[in-house]
């Protein structure tokens, strides 16, 4: 009988990954969006309506994680072998604007979830989206031991979520896992986040629609990894005889400007003519350095990233650019001076 697995927040980056990945192993599907006034499913999309397709089960749901009566109604309906909770308010800048609406579906969301597992009396596995966020001012490199100084409400609320998991796996035998991910892109990633918002303007730069590209701190230090790849490591989590928590990180150290540099060189271009600073991209507290030791994922899980963030930056560019070449040859595109 083919497992069944449940995905918050399906339609983001991760979420259509690990749906693909789910659904080639043969399990049924179900995702839950937020219902809002337009679609956002175009992540999904091709494997949702594939006619080539028709043994993949994909069904969705409209079910949010502010309510805990539909999250309990929903998995005593589905009686999920497998959790992955990947909903989240996931941009860090963004939760400086909104930190109460992000500490109530990034941190409460994921206690709403927890509670209606147990409430349910589903016999259920849970993977918690945590994130290198938590660490914030600890100095790297982090791994599972390195104590958490989160720098942003994001990341706080990323901390409450780590911890919940942890405490439902101790008090109540919850089979709950925290999959600690450094950053990983792909060209799924949402266009504010600034790795996407870089290739999208190289492409666009490329074909003279665009004159500029302006960004906050390019000495951050980041560990980049390719999201098709982390999703796997999440769903190897679960396929443990015991919960435990994981780092899952490249371990390489790339600083903005060194991601720049490899996005612009993949279509031979100079990113120093391009790129101008904008103060209102800057946080109000930087990390300044994330960087991952993913040993026992490595060890325990068999799992170690394979791409690298300048070979991370051209598969982006490359995308973006087929795009860009699609949009043109459908309708106009603005340009922007």
Not at 5 to 34: C, F, N, P, W
Not at 82 to 90: I, K
Request: charged residues 25%.
């Amino acid at each position: 009988m083919p497992k069944t697995a449940v995905i918050t927040g399906i339609t983001g980056q991760d979420g259509s990954y690990l749906a693909e990945l789910l659904l080639s192993k043969g399990y049924e599907v179900h995702g839950l969006m937020r219902r809002s006034s337009s679609f956002n499913t175009e992540r999904i999309d091709h494997i949702y309506q594939d006619p080539h397709t028709p043994d993949r089960k994909l069904l969705l749901h409209h079910v949010d994680l502010s309510d805990g009566v539909a999250l309990v109604n929903l998995l005593r309906d589905v009686q999920p072998d497998e959790v992955y909770n990947l909903g989240a308010q996931s941009h860090v800048r963004v939760s400086f604007d909104a930190p109460l609406y992000t500490g109530d579906v990034t941190g409460l969301g994921a206690v709403r979830l927890l509670e209606a597992i147990r409430a349910s009396g589903v016999q259920t596995r849970l993977y918690q989206a945590s994130s290198s966020e938590m660490f914030g001012a600890t100095p790297p490199p982090q791994n599972e031991a390195t104590p958490f100084h989160p720098r942003s409400p994001y990341g706080c609320a990323k901390v409450m979520a780590y911890w919940s998991t942890v405490n439902y796996r101790e008090a109540y035998g919850l089979f709950g896992v925290n999959g600690i991910l450094f950053n990983h892109e792909s060209p799924r990633r949402g266009e504010t986040f600034v790795t996407r918002k870089i290739t999208r303007a190289v492409a666009r730069i490329q074909a003279g629609l665009q004159e500029h590209l302006y960004l906050g701190n390019l000495d951050a230090v980041r560990d980049w990894g390719y999201a098709p790849e982390y999703v796997e490591a999440m769903w190897r989590m679960l396929q443990r005889d015991e919960p435990d928590d994981y780092v899952v990180a490249t371990g390489v150290a790339a600083t903005v400007r060194d991601f720049l540099q490899a996005a612009f060189e993949a279509v031979g271009l100079d990113w120093e003519r391009s790129v101008r600073f904008d103060p209102k991209y800057e946080r109000p507290s930087e990390v300044d350095a994330l960087i991952g030791d993913a040993s026992k994922a490595k060890s325990l899980l068999d799992w170690s990233a394979k791409v690298q963030f300048d070979e991370l930056a051209r598969i982006m560019v490359e995308s973006d650019i087929r795009q860009l070449e699609d949009e043109l040859s459908g309708h106009r595109v603005r340009v922007d001076r």
